[in-house]
Structure formats: structure tokens, C-alpha cells
């Protein structure tokens, strides 16, 4: 059974940083990349960020680009987001998720994505 467990979030101030891990089992974490996305009251779904399986690779969204960093540990079967400089519009639940292959030659989109996890709240106060 596939599991993703996201934590890490919680209410910042804007400006401040949070680090968001989402640990996965159930399926080979190293073949495939992972992604972090997110979803505002009333909005839909977005990407946010990718990573493919090596962690070679890396794809952000132009709204977070030079702000977040996304990685992952193998080993640890995680994945991280770094955010900092957070802002008000990142207030959102985020999501880790497989990606449906093993890396992106493209910047991907919320259907390339699958296997969510239950999602994390991140609030940034203004």
C-alpha cells in the first residue's frame, strides 16, 4: 500500500522559513521522481515543485523559483521542501506526490502526479 506522510508545516510570518518532509513507503522511492504541490481555499491544485529520481534533476514553479528548494534522501525514502522569503500567497495545504515516471524532461503539471499524501497546512501571515 502507498503511503506518503507530509509534516512540517505550521504558521510563519512572511519573510520567515519552513521545511516540509514527506516520508513514503509502499513503493521503490528511488525510482521515481517526487513533487510537492499545493492548493489554496477556493483555488485549485498547482505545482509547486519536482524532483526526479536521482535528485539530479529539479523543476520549480516560476511563483517560488529562487525561494524553495526541493531535495530528497533516498536512504530516507523522504523528500524535503526548503521554503524561505515565504509571502502571504504561499498560505496553502501542500501535498508530496510520485510522479508517474522517473523524471521529467519538462517542468511538470499536476497530472503528471499521483499517489497523494493527506497534506500539510503552511500559513504565512502578513
Known amino acids: 500500500q502507498v503511503q506518503l506522510v507530509e509534516s512540517g508545516g505550521g504558521l510563519v510570518q512572511a519573510g520567515g522559513s519552513l521545511r516540509l518532509s514527506c516520508t513514503a513507503s509502499?513503493?521503490?522511492?528511488?525510482?521515481?521522481?517526487m513533487g510537492w504541490l499545493r492548493q489554496a481555499p477556493g483555488k485549485e491544485r498547482e505545482f509547486v515543485a519536482a524532483?526526479?529520481?536521482?535528485?539530479?534533476?529539479?523543476f520549480y514553479a516560476d511563483s517560488v523559483k529562487g525561494r524553495f528548494t526541493i531535495s530528497r534522501d533516498n536512504a530516507k525514502n523522504t523528500v524535503y521542501l526548503q521554503m524561505n522569503s515565504l509571502k502571504p500567497e504561499d498560505t496553502a495545504v501542500y501535498y508530496c506526490?510520485?510522479?508517474?515516471?522517473?523524471?521529467?524532461?519538462?517542468?511538470?503539471?499536476?497530472?503528471?502526479?499521483?499517489?497523494w499524501g493527506q497534506g500539510t497546512q503552511v500559513t504565512v501571515s502578513s
Open positions: 524532483i526526479n529520481w536521482s535528485g539530479g534533476s529539479t
Open positions: 509502499g513503493r521503490t522511492f528511488s525510482s521515481y521522481a
Open positions: 506526490a510520485y510522479g508517474h515516471r522517473s523524471g521529467y524532461y519538462y517542468r511538470p503539471t499536476v497530472a503528471d502526479f499521483g499517489s
